[in-house]
DNA sequence: TTATATGCAAACTTTTTGCACATGC
DNA sequence: GCATGTGCAAAAAGTTTGCATATAA
């Protein structure tokens, strides 16, 4: 789990500023568990910060992600949702309602060198992504796919 | 592996009509090892039918995928990515020249289902990516980021 | 002090949509 | 013949960019 503390400072250390903006959307990012979207990031971090600007937690998103602290999933629809937890796990997404959990699998690493060795790819990282109804829709009726 | 014929009769059957422009880009998504783009399509399929439009691409794909007969691979730059591969397989991707390879890996069958019960999700589908560089590009020095 | 970061708005990219025309069955 | 599919162009959605202003160090 990574530390809010060690992230500011890798950034100082690389010469990047720690600015107020910067501070709010990683605290937000490391501690959400809902793999929040640009705009869902925004919208929350704007009712205490109301100066914070789309662009700039775009360009917040994409440091981080240069800086491999948090991962970005881009969906179809063009959007993308982001995460914090880069360690090996398998993310659930729920097609009906958008939901996204984490579930750790730690066989996933014999799998990754299993893999590397026949493809002959060096492996940075990974995005494992199972796709079906949450426990929740399973029960509702009119199954209307997001995607 | 899918067969054309198989797709077509399918189509037929649930009442679709069948167009030379769905023959077209069935034929090349089913065939091809590449993981094209709607665009990569579009462009391949006008070298032999200048007639078919990008609208009409977009809206087979989306049919095929509809009908569970190819998977959209959506990447945060916007773009997706189709391949026809739908069984149980690992997607590594070069992230210096986009290429993506197919690993068929039959483990997976044992992972879903683990994760199935732990997480109480019915589970449809799968994407499993891992990220790194490909043979040829680990040898190459500029290590340009694609994404 | 000064190079970096921000905010705004415009630009860009990819995908979707509406509608008139064409066509498979 | 008629409901479905196509092509075009316009709209939408999400992201990136240019530039003047603000600010962290």
Redesign the pocket.
Known sequence: MQQIKDIVDTL?NEG???????IAIIKYVIDTQSHP???AIHKIIQKKYP??????V???L?LLRKMSMIQELGF?????RYEANVGKHINIVCVRCGRIEDVDEHSLSGLESKVAEKSKYEIFSRRFELYGHCNECKRKKETQARR
């Open positions: 100082r990047f500023r720690i600015t107020p903006q910067r979207s640009a705009e100066m914070v600007s789309l662009a700039t775009y360009k917040t994409d179809a629809d063009g959007s993308a």
